[in-house]
């Protein structure tokens, strides 16, 4: 799994930005803010007190456990714990629970 708390604060007050491709689960920890633009190979973890925009492509599950997640790209599945914000923008895609269709 990787941790993206070293990575950000690097970048600065607990903001950064993921680019390219990375293969396994991620995990944003609390107070961190991320813009994803790449591909994640795994899923993809959001915990309480933290946010992400993901315009690109996440290959597995979006497991927001009471973080802000905002979708423009392409997701298998999103699955949300009581208490998590969670917004599929249009034009936007995600796979429906139990690997149904593509939902606009």
Request: charged share 15%; aromatic share 2%.
């Amino acid at each position: 799994m990787v941790d993206l708390l070293a990575h950000h604060r690097q970048v600065g007050a607990g903001h950064g930005v993921i680019h390219g491709q990375v293969t396994g689960d991620v995990r944003i920890l609390p107070n961190i803010a991320v813009v994803h633009h790449g591909q994640i190979n795994g899923d993809l973890i959001v915990e309480p007190a933290s946010s992400i925009v993901i315009h690109g492509m996440v290959n597995g599950a979006v497991r927001n456990l009471g973080g802000k997640v905002v979708i423009h790209g392409w997701v298998d599945e999103l699955i949300d714990v009581a208490g998590a914000e969670s917004q599929v923008m249009p034009g936007s895609r995600v796979r429906g629970k139990g690997g149904g269709p593509f939902m606009e």
